[in-house]
């Protein structure tokens, strides 16, 4: 053992054993000269240095803690199993550590709890989509999916792509529309509803019109559909979407209205080519062939293609004002009345090709089929300057001098008139 202290040089090194191990102390300086060890197995066991037992084993940050039990209280709001809570908080403590996460603010820390429940439900194939997860947090769905971006870059998991009918179930529930909270008439099941909501989604996207498009808004026009035509009687099918909302307890969105007018001109195109249907097929009248169209969707879309690519004048048989310009709704009325605001303001819009791309098929994507005129520029004739303009008493003012402005122009005129 040494008997010299490395800090003073002294020899009066006594031990002390007042605590459980004994150590070797400087009298002078008070230098711990050496420490007690401490040994696995008293037997045969390795010497382990007080100072890398476990008693001195680093401590989860406050942070970290509060960040756990806001995981686990999101879980249990959303009322996930415990194989998801258990996912969520191993991702949670494992992108916690990380450069990109350790040194933020406690809201995007929010974030990041959300994003690993996000990831495990995901994982397990539990229905929980992003906007859901962007309300607990308290946040917008484009800055929880930047920080989910990074956080699946962190953990070095694959995300799983989640298809829109994955999500039908989930949003089904949130529509009150049981026999206990409207009437018999408007009552619904959410499992009839949720069958017809997927074959009318499965629907939309074959035809373009998921591709690209945030889900909740088709969702809420497909289950709008989905009541109507499940039961089209005359009650359901004069109550509008807007009223439709106010009985299911849900908050309309705008853009809802425009898909829906996208997926019943989809079906108005499949349900002209139905054979017994005894009256011409409007966006009115088409939710009561709904099902039949949906049962024979693969036939039907088959034939349609055949007959438009028969047909002499396709972009005619695309604009005919008696078939798909009759009703409430069409995006071909819209479309047309935009033609006329841009052929009154001469715009050339008539010759993009992406307008002839998009008539040249059936079914096309919404953004192709009716894309947005730009607007003519408007060229202001060049005015010429010569200096001798008028001045207006408006702007007299700027070219007048103050006082002190006068006095600082003399003395700068003074200060150059030196140097010369």
Not at 258 to 273: D, H, M, N, P, Q
Not at 352 to 358: L, N, T, Y
Request: contains cysteine; charged residues 25%.
């Amino acid at each position: 053992m040494t008997s010299t202290c490395s800090n003073c040089g002294s020899t009066n090194v006594v031990e002390d054993d007042l605590y459980a191990q004994n150590q070797f102390v400087c009298a002078d300086c008070g230098l711990v000269v050496s420490e007690g060890i401490l040994t696995s197995n008293p037997a045969e066991g390795t010497d382990v240095s007080y100072a890398f037992t476990s008693a001195v084993t680093k401590k989860p940050c406050l942070n970290l803690k509060k960040g756990l039990l806001r995981v686990q209280a999101i879980c249990r709001t959303l009322r996930l199993n415990q194989e998801i809570e258990e996912h969520s908080i191993k991702f949670f403590k494992q992108a916690y550590q990380h450069e990109k996460f350790i040194n933020v603010l406690n809201t995007k820390k929010d974030i990041l709890g959300g994003c690993c429940i996000l990831l495990s439900c995901r994982l397990l194939n539990w229905p929980v989509s992003m906007g859901t997860i962007a309300c607990m947090v308290d946040s917008d769905a484009m800055t929880v999916a930047g920080v989910y971006q990074d956080m699946v870059e962190v953990v070095n998991v694959t995300s799983p792509f989640v298809s829109i009918t994955t999500l039908i179930e989930a949003h089904c529930v949130e529509y009150k529309l049981g026999s206990d909270c409207v009437g018999e008439e408007f009552a619904e099941s959410t499992k009839s509803l949720t069958k017809r909501t997927e074959a009318l989604l499965e629907l939309a996207a074959d035809t373009w019109i998921v591709t690209g498009r945030k889900p909740v808004f088709i969702m809420m026009a497909a289950v709008y559909l989905a009541w109507q035509s499940l039961k089209p009687t005359r009650n359901r099918l004069k109550l509008s979407l807007s009223k439709f909302c106010k009985l299911a307890r849900v908050n309309k969105l705008s853009m809802a209205l425009t898909r829906l007018a996208e997926i019943k001109e989809v079906l108005v195109k499949l349900g002209r080519e139905i054979p017994w249907a005894r009256q011409p097929v409007t966006p009115d009248n088409v939710v009561e062939l709904v099902e039949d169209i949906l049962k024979h969707r693969a036939s039907l879309h088959f034939k349609a293609l055949r007959s438009f690519t028969d047909s002499s004048d396709p972009e005619d048989r695309l604009e005919k004002p008696s078939e798909l310009d009759h009703g409430k709704g069409s995006l071909c009325s819209v479309a047309e009345s935009e033609e006329d605001v841009e052929k009154s303001e001469g715009t050339s819009s008539s010759t993009d090709p992406r307008c002839k791309w998009g008539k040249r098929l059936l079914f096309a994507p919404p953004c192709v089929a009716h894309p947005k005129k730009k607007r003519a520029e408007q060229q202001h004739p060049l005015v010429e300057v010569t200096g001798d303009e008028e001045i207006s008493d408006s702007e007299i003012d700027s070219y007048i001098r103050t006082p002190q402005e006068i006095r600082d122009f003399a003395r700068a005129q003074k200060v150059l008139n030196q140097q010369k």
